[in-house]
């Protein structure tokens, strides 16, 4: 009970969950080399011992402990600003654990159909937030034939479903991709993927449960290797972290896992508040990349002795409105929250999904900016051994000189993050990571219809054109 330290963390995942790299089942995630870097990852949030740290990492709950802020429910603004300022400091381990907030977010419409649910959520909150434990969030179906509904495709199981119903929970079947971390967490915490119809009502399913299941099969990928060298692969080497297929087998969850089972009339609830909180992390790690990529810009930009040239100066200002746009995104949702009838608050729905939507559309835009100020030297750069050998190391500090002022290994690193950022293993991921997570554009637009306030436009409209409503 209670915060964990980073050693507790570690023995707590040699648990005998089924883990997969490369065909090979790997027996103990803390001491095979492919999870070493997204381990040190995830333990920076349980370095509770640094007292800066703590005081972002940590809040005291309601019943007087400390636990990790992850698990803290806003109740004002104030609450959602720290919870931004956390996200800023901790790993993606922690911002998958904000799943426990789109459950809590629908907890009142579970209680009011099934209170079983509702009880379960926070029994399973507290559980997690009492332990510090850290979840995934499981919301992507295979889907098969994205042109037929669940019960239609070919094979059955290719939305995860209920196969067997008891008087002691459920069994399921199925898959879920695209899941961040999942073998280095405790709770996967699963969701339907879209809205359910009745006669997909074995699809309409809800839970958490161990990773270490009997059943449950994660077979994980990186977009990096895990032997990078942090002066050639400075994201790469320092924040990778496993994506999960995770196959459910026939896995049992006892009803007190069970968060919905067959009220096909609530599964969409789950996918909007969940996609509401992916958004917001998802904005919060836009803010520091676009800020990033201004820094890079300025920086490549002077380095070339370009500082004042028009053209790059015109193409920065292009980053920083890009930046400027999501960071004022971000603050206006925060400032004008949302309150559920039990109190608590979450950013506002129109503005996260207009930021989100902003960040997506235009990132791969910035990208283009960033590339064309920066050259043809983001893919070709010579990497650092070379700069560090006797034979030809020499050379390169004498051609990639620019200015008495630049120095060249910053220059080096400089070029680098541009292109481990944006071109390279990271930024493969981030290109992708940037456009899907939290839902496609598609999602954004459809929440943007859903949640703008269309009456007092159309309204307007009409004021406007000289017609008077009756």
């Known amino acids: 009970m209670g915060l964990k330290s980073k050693q507790q963390y570690f023995e707590s995942l040699k648990d ?6 490369g065909g090979e089942r790997i027996e103990d995630v803390t001491t095979h080399p492919k999870f070493k870097i997204p381990l040190d990852v995830a333990a920076a949030d349980y370095n509770y011992d640094d007292a800066d740290a ?74 997690a937030r009492d332990n510090d434990l850290r979840a995934a969030e499981l919301i992507t179906d295979a889907k098969g034939d994205r042109s037929r509904k669940a019960h239609q495709q070919d094979d059955p199981d290719l939305y995860l479903r209920i196969v067997e119903r008891n008087d002691k929970g459920i069994v399921v079947r199925g898959a879920k ?3 961040t ?61 496993p994506e999960s297929f995770i196959v459910f087998d026939d896995v049992f969850v006892p009803w007190d896992r069970v968060f ?14 969940l996609g509401l909180w992916e958004r917001t992390a998802g904005l919060i790690e836009a803010m520091e990349i676009s800020q990033v990529m201004v820094g890079l810009a300025q920086l490549v930009t002077e380095q070339q002795g370009k500082g004042r040239n028009p053209a790059a100066l015109s193409t920065i200002a292009e980053l920083i409105c890009y930046a400027e746009t999501i960071r004022m995104g971000m603050e206006h949702a925060c400032t004008n929250l949302e309150t559920t009838p039990s109190g608590m608050v979450h950013p ?20 283009k900016n960033l590339h064309d100020l920066a050259g043809g030297l983001v893919m070709t750069l010579p990497e650092e051994a070379d700069l560090r050998s006797n034979e030809v190391g020499g050379y390169l500090r004498k051609y990639l000189h620019t ?68």
Request: glycine share 6%.
């Open 260 to 273: 919905l089972a067959g009220e096909y009339e609530l599964s969409m609830a789950f996918a909007l508040s």
């Open 54 to 127: 703590r005081d972002v990492l940590t809040y005291t709950t309601e019943e007087g402990t400390q636990a990790n802020r992850i698990f803290q429910i806003p109740r004002s603004s104030d609450d959602l600003m720290a919870r931004v300022e956390l996200y800023k400091h901790a790993s993606i381990i922690s911002g998958t654990s904000g799943v426990f907030m789109a459950l809590l977010g629908i907890e009142d419409q579970l209680r009011a159909v099934k209170p079983m649910y509702a009880d379960n959520i926070q029994r399973i909150y507290k559980h």
């Open 348 to 367: 506002n729905v129109l503005a996260v999904n207009v930021a989100k939507y902003y960040y997506a559309n235009n990132y791969h835009l910035m990208v």
């Open 181 to 241: 971390g999942a073998a280095i967490v405790h709770e996967l915490v699963v969701m339907p993927t879209k809205t359910m119809n009745a006669d997909e009502a074995d699809y309409a399913v809800s839970f958490s449960v161990p990773a270490n299941t009997p059943g449950v099969k994660m077979i994980n990928r990186n977009f990096a290797p895990a032997e990078l060298n942090e002066f050639d692969y400075p994201a790469s080497a320092r924040f990778s972290m």
């Open 403 to 470: 200015k008495d002022d630049v120095d060249i290994e910053v220059r080096m690193r400089v070029y680098n993050l541009i292109r481990d950022l944006s071109a390279d293993a990271y930024g493969g991921w981030q290109q992708v990571v940037s456009l899907q997570a939290g839902g496609g554009l598609f999602a954004q637009r459809v929440m943007m219809n859903r949640s703008y306030d269309m009456d007092a436009a159309r309204e307007k409209a009409l004021a406007h054109a000289g017609v008077v409503s009756a």
């Open 16 to 21: 005998g969950r089924e883990v997969f790299w």
């Open 177 to 179: 991709l695209h899941i």
